[in-house]
């Protein structure tokens, strides 16, 4: 069964940093694209970020892009997403994911099947 657990959110000033981290049960995290989604409340969820395989390639939403950054480390099972320059309207439960294709970086909430828990991010003004 596949888990995965995210951590590191928080309460943070705008224009502060946060690193989220999520780890994934399992010994094939290798094989599979990883995902970062967010939900605000009273909105739907939305695609932030995307990694693949090998972490090579990445791919983001155009209103993270610059400011957020996607990697993993496979040897630890963990996918991060590194965020700067925060804003208040980042403020949403952020999710992490696996997505079952593994030839493109999926965007939509559909590609992907297994989620965490999520964690909440809050950016003051």
């Known amino acids: 069964q596949v888990q995965l657990v995210e951590s590191g959110g928080g309460l943070v000033q705008a224009g502060g940093s946060l690193r989220l981290s999520c780890a994934a049960s399992?010994?094939?995290?290798?094989?599979?694209?990883m995902g970062w989604f967010r939900q605000a409340p009273g909105k739907e969820r939305e695609f932030v970020a995307a990694?693949?395989?090998?972490?090579?390639?990445?791919s983001y939403a155009d209103s993270v892009k610059g400011r957020f950054a996607i990697s993993r480390d496979n040897a630890k099972n963990t996918v991060y997403l590194q965020m700067n320059s925060l804003k208040p309207e980042d403020t949403a439960v952020y999710y992490c994911?696996?997505?079952?294709?593994?030839?493109?970086?999926?965007?939509?909430?559909?590609?992907?099947?297994?989620w965490g828990q999520g964690t909440q991010v809050a950016v003051s003004s």
């Open positions: 399992g010994s094939t995290f290798s094989s599979y694209v």
């Open positions: 990694i693949s395989r090998s972490g090579g390639s990445t």
């Open positions: 994911a696996r997505s079952g294709r593994w030839w493109n970086l999926p965007d939509r909430s559909q590609d992907y099947n297994y």
